[in-house]
C-alpha cells in the first residue's frame, strides 16, 4: 500500500492522499481547482551511515534527565569598578591610582614606571651617616664648652690666674689680669655660647629630618 499524505481541501473540503515529496509545496484541489498548501512536517533521515558511525552518535548523546540536572552554566561577573586603561579591579574602589598599571584616574594619563636599583648596605650607611655624625657633633661642641670654661684657662693661664677666674669671672678682670684672660671674658664666653646653641640646633634639625622624617635613602633609576 502506497504511502501518502492526507490533506483536505479548505474550500469544498474534499480530501485526498498526496505522495511524500510533495511536503511543503502546494497542489491542485481536484474538486474545485483551489490551491491546498502541503505541511512540510519532518522528512525521515535518508543518509546512509555505517554501523561505527550510528554507535558514536548513540554515546554522545545526553539522556534528558541528564540533560535536565546539568543546565548552562552562568558565570558570575564582578561588578566591581575597573580601571579603563588595563582593566583590572581597583583596589580599593574608589582608588585614584590604579596599582596594576599607575593609570591617574583624575588626570587621564598612566605614570611612567620607572625602574629602580635595590637599596645596599652602602646606600643606608653613605644616607644615614651625616645624621649621626650630626648628632656627634652635639656632643662635641657640648664637651668642647665644658673644656673651654674648665679646663683651657689651665692650659693658657696661670695657675693662680685660672683659679681666680673660675671663682669669680666678672671681679677677676677688675685686677691686673694678663692680657690672655680675655678669651675668657663673660662677653666672649656669651658669643660662645650663642655661636654653639645655634650650630647645635642646626645639627639636631638636620639630624631628626635625615633620621626620622626622609630616612629611606633615595631610590638609585636605572638606565634604559
Known amino acids: ?18 505522495p511524500e515529496s510533495v511536503r511543503g509545496k502546494k497542489v491542485r484541489c481536484k474538486g474545485c481547482g483551489g490551491v491546498i498548501p502541503v505541511p512540510a512536517g519532518k522528512l525521515p533521515d535518508t543518509r546512509v551511515t555505517t554501523a561505527e558511525a550510528q554507535a558514536k552518535k548513540a554515546a554522545q548523546a545526553v539522556p534528558e534527565e541528564e540533560d535536565a540536572q546539568r543546565p548552562y552554566g552562568v558565570t558570575e561577573t564582578s561588578l566591581a569598578p575597573r580601571c579603563p586603561h ?33 637599596r645596599t648596605f652602602m646606600d643606608w650607611a653613605l644616607w644615614l651617616g651625616p645624621g649621626v655624625a650630626a ?56 658669643w ?7 650650630l647645635s640646633w642646626k645639627c639636631l634639625k638636620f639630624a631628626f629630618r635625615r633620621l626620622v622624617v626622609n630616612y629611606m635613602p633615595p631610590e638609585k633609576i636605572k638606565e634604559k
Open 86 to 118: 588595563c582593566a583590572y579591579e581597583l583596589d580599593p574602589p574608589d582608588a585614584r591610582i590604579c596599582l596594576h598599571c599607575g593609570y591617574d584616574m583624575v588626570r587621564r594619563t598612566r605614570a611612567p614606571s620607572i625602574k629602580t636599583y635595590e
Open 192 to 198: 660662645v655660647v650663642v655661636i654653639l646653641i645655634w
Open 135 to 190: 648628632l656627634f657633633g652635639i656632643a662635641l661642641m657640648v664637651g668642647f664648652y665644658y673644656y673651654y670654661h674648665f679646663h683651657l684657662p689651665y692650659q693658657i693661664l696661670s695657675d693662680k690666674e685660672a683659679e681666680a677666674l673660675l671663682a669669680d669671672r666678672l671681679g677677676a678682670f677688675q685686677k691686673d689680669i694678663s692680657f690672655s684672660a680675655y678669651m675668657f671674658h663673660p662677653g666672649i664666653e656669651t
Open 1 to 18: 500500500m502506497a504511502s501518502g499524505i492526507r490533506i483536505t481541501c479548505p474550500d469544498c473540503q474534499q480530501q485526498m492522499t498526496v
